[in-house]
């Protein structure tokens, strides 16, 4: 598995301001090792999506983070953290095109491009003639 927090050169990326939110936060002091919880995970790895959900509080992201630690390094991934303001499809699809980035540089570039022009705001401006 590769390590996002230790690889070099990150923060030149296109979403230099974010890159905290890529980084798989580390496990809480005193965390106990689901196990069980983890093998479950593991057995869907052929499937299309994992999905766990349980209601805040229940450790789903310190899950995620343990799970992802024993994955062979051949399963690349990646760690976005996200907030109410990622709400927005346009920023939720950057955020997201961002972290993928890490891995595929070029994934998404045309996108990127069209979000970015997207988000300037530029006012109309009338003049009475």
């Known amino acids: 598995m590769t390590d996002l927090s230790r690889m070099q050169g990150f923060a030149d990326s296109a979403i230099p301001a974010l890159e905290g939110r890529f980084f798989r936060p580390p496990l809480p002091e005193g965390y ?5 919880l983890c093998q479950r995970l593991d057995e869907g790895l052929g499937g299309r999506l994992l999905l766990v959900c349980a209601p805040a509080g229940f450790g789903k992201s310190s ?33 997201l095109l961002g972290s993928l980035q890490q891995f595929f540089p070029q994934l998404g570039a045309q996108a990127m491009g069209l979000l970015k022009m997207r988000q300037r705001h530029q006012p109309f401006a009338f003049e009475e003639w």
Do not use: I, M, T, Y
């Open 32 to 36: 106990v090792p689901r196990s069980r």
């Open 63 to 95: 899950l995620a983070v343990e799970f992802c630690q024993g994955l062979p390094d051949k399963w690349q991934n990646v760690w976005l953290g996200l907030s109410a303001r990622d709400s927005d499809p346009g920023r939720f699809l950057e955020r």
